[in-house]
Structure formats: C-alpha cells, structure tokens
C-alpha cells in the first residue's frame, strides 16, 4: 500500500498563489508517475497536472498551463503543485495521486491513479 498525504490548502485570495504538497509513504515507489486532480462541488473530478517517475515529463489541463507548476522530489517522495494567479473557479478538493505512468510514442500522457490521497480543500475567494 501507498499511502499519499496532501498539504498546503487554504484560502487565498483571487490572483494569489498557494503551493501543495504531496508526501508519499509506505510502499512507495520512486517509479511511480504522481499528479494532482480537483473537484469541485458538483462537478467530476479532473486531472490538473501529472508528472512523470524522473520529473523530465509534465502535462497540464489546459486550464492549469501558465499558472501552475507540478514538480517531485524522488529522493524526498513527494510532488509539489504551484499554483499563481488563482482564479475563483479553481475552487475545489485537490486530490494527489500515484501510479503507472501512461505513454503513447514514448510521450508521456499521464498516470492511471491507483493511490490516492485524503485531499486539501482550495478555495479562491473574489
């Protein structure tokens, strides 16, 4: 089992910035491909950003390019999300996730999430 704890949520005024945290535990693996994902409230849950085992490989939903950064430390187990100039409507539960890394022509497309963490609440006020 892995087990993935989020951090760094809050309340943050619109064209503020917060920063998540991921740490994982357990049977983690260093090889594991991890991204974050939101929802909010009546809505389906959405991948926000992914990152491949080595860090080299990032992708982003198209609402997420340009303001935020997703990056991992291997040797510390845990992923980061930057997120700047935070927007009312990206209010949501920002879930962490770890797995199997996706991969089409050797480009990297995301994960399929089998670990998921407890989620941090985000909330963007205007």
């Known amino acids: 089992q892995v087990q993935l704890v989020e951090s760094g949520g809050g309340l943050v005024q619109a064209g503020g910035s917060l920063r998540l945290s991921c740490a994982a535990s357990?049977?983690?693996?260093?090889?594991?491909?991890m991204g974050w994902f939101r929802q909010a409230p009546g809505k389906e849950r959405e991948i926000v950003a992914a990152?491949?085992?080595?860090?080299?490989?990032?992708v982003y939903a198209d609402s997420a390019k340009g303001r935020f950064t997703i990056s991992r430390d291997t040797a510390k187990n845990t992923a980061y999300l930057q997120m700047n100039s935070l927007k009312p409507e990206d209010t949501a539960v920002y879930y962490c996730?770890?797995?199997?890394?996706?991969?089409?022509?050797?480009?990297?497309?995301?994960?399929?999430?089998?670990?998921w963490g407890q989620g941090t609440q985000v909330t963007v006020s205007s």
């Open positions: 990152i491949s085992w080595t860090g080299l490989n990032t």
């Open positions: 357990g049977r983690a693996r260093s090889t594991y491909a």
């Open positions: 996730a770890a797995g199997k890394g996706q991969k089409r022509n050797n480009v990297f497309l995301g994960l399929d999430a089998d670990y």
